[in-house]
């Protein structure tokens, strides 16, 4: 792919396609520079970029929720055979295909969702969840289904949290009268937000650290690195007993 390098060909179609919430550099022409949260989502990714390797090399990628294409592009720097970019959303798949043309970055974009991981029928070596979860009216399912249909070995992940950072030591099971560990603060919670956080009708849901880091167990993933407050490295294992996407027919009443 040939690199778009006009500089004020680039600002124009920039403009076009905003509003962004990746702040890109292309060319020197910034596609979200009053940012609210300054130059993101670089300004995060400083923060973890060292625990991911250097060399991608033969390695393949998918990036869920790509938006505007910033870790997409990031991925194919470090010389990812394959690169593939999802998201629901035909604004923001239009701004990453630009930002791709104008990097010179050979990546597929497609519009799909995350409950629609089963139609791209192959699994990657890396798969990047990154600001996504939140979003989410079925959170634990989208998570079941990046490790039953993508996921081969690394998952990033990254989820905006609110409340406790604390982690409090759990038993493997409580009786039913028990109900005091609920209200520890370090115990895992799902905050549901109804109509609005941050002025977004988007986010649904806020966990505790302790219940994103409960859900990648849950779902699979073994948390090999925490290198940011929000961005978790993981390794696909096997689930617990009783996890999964298909609620199973064996409880007590079962």
Known sequence: MSATTDRDEIRRRAAALGPWFHNLDLHGVRTAPDHFLGDYPAIKWRHFAHAIPQDLTGRSVLDIGCNGGFYAIEMKRRGAARVVGIDSDDD?????????????????????SVYDLARLGERFDIVLFMGVLYHLRHPLLALDLVHEHVARDMLVFQSMQRGSAEVAP????????????????????????????????????????????AMLRSAGFEIADHPEAEVYICRRVEPPEGAGAVYPARGAGA
């Open 92 to 112: 923001y798949l239009a701004q990453a295909r630009f930002a791709a043309e104008v990097t010179g970055a050979e990546i597929e974009f497609r519009n799909l």
């Open 170 to 213: 759990l038993r493997e099971d409580y009786d039913f009268a028990e109900t005091a560990h609920f209200d520890a603060p370090g115990y895992p919670k799902l905050h549901f937000i109804e109509r609005r956080y941050a002025h977004d009708q988007t986010n649904w849901w806020a966990p505790n650290r302790a219940c994103t880091e």
